[in-house]
C-alpha cells in the first residue's frame, strides 16, 4: 500500500503545472526576461507567456500565469492585450515633417512654425479623438493670444495635412461648419507719393536708383525685377 502510495505522489507532482522566467541576451547584447509555463508535468511542452525588458514586468506576467494555473485554468493571453490606441497628434506632426521630403527649406520651416503653434492645444491628444470643435478652440486658443490671422490660416493648412496623413475621416481640420478663421479687417495701403520716392532716391547708392524708379512706375514685384537683371 505504501508503494502504491509513493506511486500516486510522484505521478501527482510529475503532472503539476509550472511557470517560470528565462533571461535572455539579445544580439544587441540586451537584457530581455522570457516567460514560459507548462499545464502538466515535464512532458508536457512549454509554452509562451511573454518577453519583457525588465525582470519587474517578467514577474508580474509570472505570477499572473501562476494564478491562472492554480485556478485550474490554461492562461488565455488575448485577456491582457489592450486595444491599440492612435497616436498621439505631436507624434503624428512629427512623421508627418520628416516625410514631406517634397518640399524647400522655407516650406518646411513654416510646417514648423505652424506645428509649434498647434502643439500647446492638440499636441497631447489622440489623433482620432480630436473634432472639429477642437479644432476651432485651437483657432480661438491662437486668435486670443495676438496670432495673426495668416499664421492661423497656416497652422489650420498644417493641421489638415497632419490628419490626412494619419488618415482621420472626415478631417476636423477641414471641416468649415465649426472652423472658422478669425475677422480681420484689412487696413488699406497708401502708396508713397512721388516727394516720398524722389526723397529716397536721392538717399539710395546709384545703382539702386534706377530699380527705384522702375518698381515705381510699373509696380513689378521685386522678383520680377530681379530676373531682369
Given at each position: ?61 509570472r505570477d499572473w500565469v501562476a494564478g491562472e494555473l492554480a485556478n485550474m485554468r490554461v492562461p488565455d493571453l488575448t485577456l491582457l492585450a489592450e486595444a491599440k490606441r492612435a497616436p498621439l497628434v505631436r507624434e503624428v506632426a512629427e ?112 545703382r539702386y536708383r534706377l530699380p527705384l524708379l522702375v518698381l515705381d512706375a510699373t509696380g513689378m514685384r521685386v522678383g520680377e525685377l530681379e530676373a531682369l537683371s
Open positions: 500500500m505504501e508503494s502504491i502510495a509513493r506511486s500516486k505522489l510522484c505521478a501527482e507532482a510529475v503532472t503539476v503545472a509550472s511557470v517560470w522566467v528565462e533571461r535572455r541576451t539579445t544580439k544587441r547584447g540586451g537584457v530581455r526576461y522570457r516567460v514560459e509555463y507548462r499545464v502538466g508535468g515535464r512532458e508536457s511542452a512549454s509554452r509562451y507567456a511573454g518577453t519583457f525588458g525588465t525582470m519587474r514586468e517578467a514577474r508580474a506576467r512623421r508627418w515633417q520628416a516625410s514631406r521630403v517634397d518640399v524647400a527649406e522655407n516650406t518646411r520651416l513654416q510646417h514648423r512654425s505652424a506645428i509649434r503653434r498647434m502643439l500647446p492645444v492638440l499636441g497631447g491628444r489622440h489623433v482620432d479623438t480630436v473634432t472639429p470643435t477642437d479644432v476651432a478652440d485651437l483657432v480661438a486658443a491662437l486668435s486670443a493670444g495676438g496670432t495673426a490671422r495668416e499664421s492661423i490660416r497656416k497652422t489650420l493648412n498644417a493641421a489638415a495635412m497632419i490628419f490626412d496623413f494619419a488618415g482621420i475621416k472626415p478631417n476636423p481640420a477641414r471641416d468649415r461648419v465649426h472652423v472658422r478663421l478669425p475677422h480681420e479687417v484689412k487696413q488699406e495701403i497708401n502708396p508713397p507719393t512721388a516727394e516720398h520716392v524722389l526723397a529716397v532716391h536721392q538717399l539710395l547708392p546709384a
